[in-house]
């Protein structure tokens, strides 16, 4: 699977949006762009996933660039329970199933009242 | 509805003790995964269940490491010999067959004395 690079922390006030980077240059063209997320002490939550469409979906939006090297995770109106680790993760699609994620150290999005 | 459940949630063990870990899928689900959250780390993944047959168990660090999921249902994953580098976050997850997402549970948290 293809690596991913975030940024360690972002900051966000709340109301605002908060827009999430992730780079992945190295992807292939079967592979999807996931987000999950993890809150303190909690199991990760998926968020949402596209292929080179950008996807839209209650929790947010994901904008992928047209070479697929990068994407962008929107979170358009920040709440404090937004405040989380965010995982972008790159995985291929095995026998019409998708497989194991592979997590790198995903971004810590504080949001600040 | 009920989502993936774990127990213990939390497992004290002494260095050298055999633990169990049990995770509960979403009923219906047929892919179950098994991944190591160390500490400030993203989870990692350990070894993938389809029903009953375990598909993959590239992750697991060591022969000390056994899952199964005899009935394609339940699934225990078995530590034997504890070390205190086995001190992390077990986290479960389950999906239906040709879903993307993967719903995880709250992870057993095993520190090892």
């Known amino acids: 699977d293809a690596k991913t690079t975030q940024p360690p922390s972002m900051d966000c006030a709340e109301g605002r949006a908060a827009n999430l980077p992730c780079n992945h240059s190295?992807?292939?063209?079967?592979?999807?762009v996931y987000w999950y997320r993890q809150i303190h002490s909690q199991g990760p939550q998926y968020i949402i996933h596209g292929l080179k469409n950008n996807e839209t979906n209650e929790m947010a939006s994901l904008i992928i660039t047209e070479d697929r090297k990068s994407s962008t995770l929107i979170l358009p109106h920040a709440t404090l329970r937004d405040t989380a680790v965010y995982y972008c993760i790159v995985s291929g699609v095995s026998g019409g199933s998708n497989y194991k994620l592979t997590f790198g150290k995903g971004t810590l999005l504080t949001v600040n009242p | 509805g009920a989502g993936v459940s774990q127990s213990p949630r939390y497992k004290v063990a002494k260095r050298g003790q055999d633990v169990a870990l049990r995770c509960d899928p979403i009923s219906g689900h047929v892919s179950l995964f098994w991944y190591q959250q160390a500490l400030g780390q993203g989870p990692e993944f350990l070894t993938y269940f389809q029903n009953e047959a375990q598909l993959d168990k590239s992750g697991l660090p060591s022969d000390r490491f056994f899952a199964e999921r005899p009935e394609g249902s339940v699934s225990t994953l078995k530590i034997q010999r504890t070390q205190q580098e086995d001190s992390a976050v077990y986290l479960c997850?389950?999906?239906?067959?040709?879903?993307?997402?993967?719903?995880f549970g709250p992870g057993t948290r095993l520190t090892v004395t």
């Open positions: 997850a389950s999906k239906q067959g040709y879903s993307y997402e993967q719903y």
């Open positions: 190295t992807i292939s063209g079967n592979e999807y």
